[in-house]
């Protein structure tokens, strides 16, 4: 009996057409990533030299047609080691973990800058925050920056309060 509401379970189809696809496709832009960095990076990843040949070729060639079959066999080539796969997917979900990290540092130190500027007891909170933060040096600039934002002068005071909690403040 052949029934739709059978009880049997259904069999395993595996991934569609569809899905084999996309991940391919992903597959040949990591490979396209890979082609656009160094070549140490290359050497670092202990990349196979059938590989660095395939992205070699794909890094010369302008034509974007003739770029994507190139960067297609890379990725053949890619998928056939799973251990190679994973470590270059590491590699780059690193590096924009750190590029992420950086970021959100920036706009950690830049509304430390704006509060200095625009709040009178921001500095006693800086401190509190930050206890290593050499007291003159930060009080001095933040003087200097406040005065010249009152003045509507140009920026450079607050540019060197911005790069002192850059470098030596918010760590």
Not at 61 to 90: F, M, P, W, Y
Not at 105 to 123: A, C, N, T, Y
């Amino acid at each position: 009996m052949n029934d739709l509401y059978t009880d049997e379970p259904e069999e395993e189809l595996g991934p569609s057409k569809s899905q084999k696809k996309r991940e391919m496709h992903a597959v040949q832009q990591l490979c396209d990533d890979l082609a656009r960095l160094n070549t140490d990076v290359w050497s670092r990843l202990e990349l196979p030299s059938s590989l660095v040949e395939s992205l070699e070729i794909a890094a010369r060639i302008k034509s974007s047609g003739a770029r994507n079959r190139q960067l297609r066999h890379a990725a053949k080539i890619l998928v056939v080691d799973e251990g190679l796969l994973t470590a270059v997917n590491t590699y780059f979900e690193t590096r924009r973990n750190q590029a992420r990290n950086e970021q959100n540092r920036h706009k950690l130190v830049e509304q430390w800058r704006d509060r200095l500027l625009d709040e009178e007891d921001s500095l006693s909170q800086l401190f509190v925050s930050f206890p290593a933060t050499d007291r003159q040096e930060i009080s001095t600039l933040v003087r200097n920056a406040r005065k010249e934002k009152r003045l509507s002068k140009t920026p450079a005071q607050q540019r060197k309060l911005f790069k002192y909690l850059r470098d030596f403040v918010i760590v």
